[in-house]
């Protein structure tokens, strides 16, 4: 890719201002971190609110009298039982069951649904869902807006004083409080928190506004990564991709029994072999011993030596204080506590199994 | 008296008496953020320039800092390994790296003073 198609941010002159770094992911150029630092990003999110422009990701909306059964095609998903307003965590699927992307979809209307999707699939996911959607009376508009995330115990007090009342949205579920806004209590950090799609004037608006507030600050994509990694999120292309299953990567508690007994969604009859004969690798929490960070793609080996799996994404927490990861063991050896070793350059680095998440999800839920 | 010398790689060298001090630069810190890990060299070995002297960690990434000139390594900064932030806030002060006996002292004048590292930087 050239420097001419990378794609920028709407509010980039406001993270230009803010004295944001810059780096290219997904195609996009994104702030990775502003001067404060990633390290104090990440507390500030936890203790305060961080307000992160994730304006890279794609929404799209989906509409019509099909839009229930595309969805239901699309995803291992009963799009029909959700309530209005309710959001819920689901994948676009391969038909070898491996993960195209992972999304949330919110029920807006009896024939209205809101898709948020990763930025680095988005033109994949459009394509997959438009070629889906030609079998059904259904549209799919892909929106064009400003995409804010404001995260951490504060979020809901900030959005308040701004002006927007957030309480009685519980956690995974999303409205459209303005005309042209969509607004879910959701995120990718662990902590109650908001995400916002909303037209550009309006979201200068509502950022300087966020802004006065002392207890919110910018927040880098470093620190969106690191907070995801300590609430054992998985980044798509990192933890989970295309050749990973659900299954395989501890995700099923996002697919509705029912439906993963009958659904007809792409990928169903894959899944469910996999279901039956057992994922043969499964995703877990990964703590180093000591100090020293073990990234992706680190081996891992049993006591003996043996092969054991790989490190998916590594870094190192800032509020869980030590370094951090998650990776891939073969199921055997997947039981928390288990004790496994990393290669970091030829180093043998001590690494136990840990439940996730490596500090406790802090959802609003009711 | 002490000299001080730098490369296009941001590193810095304090020569005196045959030994170098090697630390990252202060804009070199700026650019790796936060440091969480500073993998030391052992003492007594021997690297040629351009070799993997040290490896340190920001929370995202680890970056390899390379020995800039020939020698061997007489003294790591143990300070580091409990505090590694040194380097963030003291880059070319306490946050040294490591110290090396010189190879050979002619490799220094293709290095930097710290006028021609500023304008490399910009």
Known sequence: ?366 | MAKTYFTEDHEWLRVEGGIATVGITNYAQEQLGDLVFVELPEIGKKLSKGDTAVVVESVKAASDVYAPVDGEITEANTSLSSDPSLVNSAATGDGWLWKMRLANESQLEGLLDEAGYKAHIG
Not at chain 1, 163 to 190: A, C, D, K
Not at chain 1, 295 to 305: I, K, M, P, Q, V
């Open chain 1, 1 to 366: 890719m050239t420097d001419d198609d990378t794609r920028h941010l709407p509010l980039e002159d406001l993270h230009t201002a803010a004295g944001a770094r810059f780096g290219a992911f997904a195609g996009w150029s994104m702030p990775l971190t502003y001067p404060a630092g990633v390290m104090k990003e990440h507390l500030h999110t936890r203790e305060h609110a961080g307000l992160f422009d994730i304006s890279h990701m794609k929404l799209f909306e989906v509409s019509g009298p099909g839009a229930t059964a595309l969805l239901n095609r699309a995803c291992p998903l009963d799009a029909g039982a959700l309530d209005i307003s309710q959001s819920k965590y689901t994948f676009f699927l391969n038909e070898a069951a491996g993960v195209i992307d992972d999304l949330i979809v919110t029920r807006l209307g009896d024939e209205r649904f809101m898709v948020v999707a990763n930025a680095g699939n988005a033109v994949t996911d459009e394509k997959h869902l438009r070629a889906l959607a030609e079998d059904f009376d259904a549209k799919v508009d892909a929106l064009d807006c400003v995409f804010l995330a404001i995260q951490g115990p504060e979020a809901w007090a900030a959005l308040a004083r701004a002006g927007i009342e957030t309480g009685s949205l519980l956690f995974m579920h999303g409205i459209e409080p303005r005309q042209n806004w969509f607004m879910s209590r959701s995120g990718y950090t662990g902590e109650d928190g908001f995400e916002i799609g909303l037209p550009e004037a309006d979201a200068r608006d509502l950022v300087a506004k966020l802004l006065e507030d002392e207890r919110v600050l910018w927040i880098g994509l470093a620190a969106r990564d690191s907070l995801r990694l300590e609430a054992g999120l998985c980044l798509h292309g990192q933890d989970i991709t295309p050749e990973i299953d659900p299954a395989s990567a501890g995700l099923m508690w996002a697919i509705p029994k029912d439906v993963r007994a009958a659904g007809h969604f792409v990928g169903a009859d894959a899944l469910r072999a996999v279901l039956e004969r057992g994922p043969a690798q499964k995703r877990v929490g990964l703590k180093p011993e000591g100090r020293q960070p073990v990234r992706a793609g680190a081996a891992l080996f049993d006591a003996d030596g043996n092969p054991a799996g790989h490190v998916a994404t590594g870094g190192f927490g800032p509020s869980a204080g030590h370094p951090v990861a998650m990776g891939y063991v073969q199921t055997a050896l997947a039981k928390p506590g288990t004790k496994l070793f990393a290669d970091v350059r030829g180093t043998k680095i001590p690494i136990e199994i840990n439940p996730l998440p490596f500090t406790p999800h802090r959802y609003r839920k009711g």
